[in-house]
């Protein structure tokens, strides 16, 4: 089993920029954990973020964040991060990042078993 908890939401201006934290513990090696983020606002369905390979070497992006967010991870501190910049008020919603055992990169929410709570990012206009 893998725990994961995410922090660093809050409230940011469009334009600013925020960075979000995912720590994860567990029973399996992080860096054999391939890790996603995912947003949902209301009334939305869940939506993939970015995914990154448990080397951290491969990555991927939505469409919607191309250009303006960062997924990174750090496999000493057993945490992965996602940079935000340049936000805007359509990026508001509750991220949660997601992880599981696997060498590709992973785009589905079904693909992931460990789900943190979330944290919730607002963007005012």
């Known amino acids: 089993q893998v725990q994961l908890a995410e922090s660093g939401g809050g409230l940011a201006q469009a334009g600013g920029s925020l960075r979000l934290s995912c720590a994860a513990s567990?029973?399996?090696?992080?860096?054999?954990?391939?890790m996603g983020w995912f947003r949902q606002a209301p009334g939305n369905e869940r939506e993939f973020v970015a995914a990154?390979?448990?080397?951290?070497?491969?990555?991927w992006y939505a469409d919607s964040v191309k250009g303006r967010f960062t997924i990174s991870r750090d496999n000493a501190k057993n945490t992965m991060y996602l940079q935000m910049n340049n936000l805007r008020p359509e990026d508001t919603a509750v991220y949660s990042c997601?992880?599981?055992?696997?060498?590709?990169?992973?785009?589905?929410?079904?693909?992931?078993?460990?789900w943190g709570r979330g944290t919730q990012v607002t963007v005012s206009s």
């Open positions: 997601s992880a599981d055992q696997r060498r590709d990169l992973a785009f589905r929410a079904v693909q992931y078993r460990f």
């Open positions: 567990g029973h399996i090696l992080f860096k054999d954990l391939g």
């Open positions: 990154i390979t448990g080397t951290g070497d491969s990555y």
